[in-house]
Nanobody, 125 residues
Framework: QVQLVESGGGLVQAGGSLRLSCAASGRTFSNYIMGWFRQAPGKEREFVAA????????YYADSVKGRFTISRGNAKNTVYLQMNSLTPEDTAVYYCAAEEFLVTHPTLPNEYDYWGQGTQVTVSS
């Protein structure tokens, strides 16, 4: 079993920044890809960003390009999401996800087997 634990959410004013962290623990494996998704009230879960564990490739939703940056930590199985220039539209529960096998569509939630419990991000106007 693999556990993913997010941290770093909170309340921030529009234009501010937050940094989310996700730490994986439990059964050790080489994650193929780790990603971030978010879900606002009444909306479907949507892709935010993903990174191949080799670090060769990153993926971003158009809505966050240029504002958010996904990166790996030096510690194994850790990924970060640096969020800048936040707007109220970024308000959501943010979830970390991981998959150990090859994925075809890294932007689709059903490509990932492992999920964290989520961390709330609220951006006030």
């Amino acid at each position: 079993q693999v556990q993913l634990v997010e941290s770093g959410g909170g309340l921030v004013q529009a234009g501010g920044s937050l940094r989310l962290s996700c730490a994986a623990s439990g059964r050790t494996f080489s994650n193929y890809i780790m990603g971030w998704f978010r879900q606002a009230p009444g909306k479907e879960r949507e892709f935010v960003a993903a990174i191949l564990w080799t670090g060769d490739s990153t993926y971003y939703a158009d809505s966050v390009k240029g504002r958010f940056t996904i990166s790996r930590g030096n510690a194994k199985n850790t990924v970060y999401l640096q969020m800048n220039s936040l707007t109220p539209e970024d308000t959501a529960v943010y979830y970390c996800a991981a998959e150990e096998f090859l994925v075809t569509h890294p932007t689709l939630p059903n490509e990932y087997d492992y999920w964290g419990q989520g961390t709330q991000v609220t951006v006030s106007s």
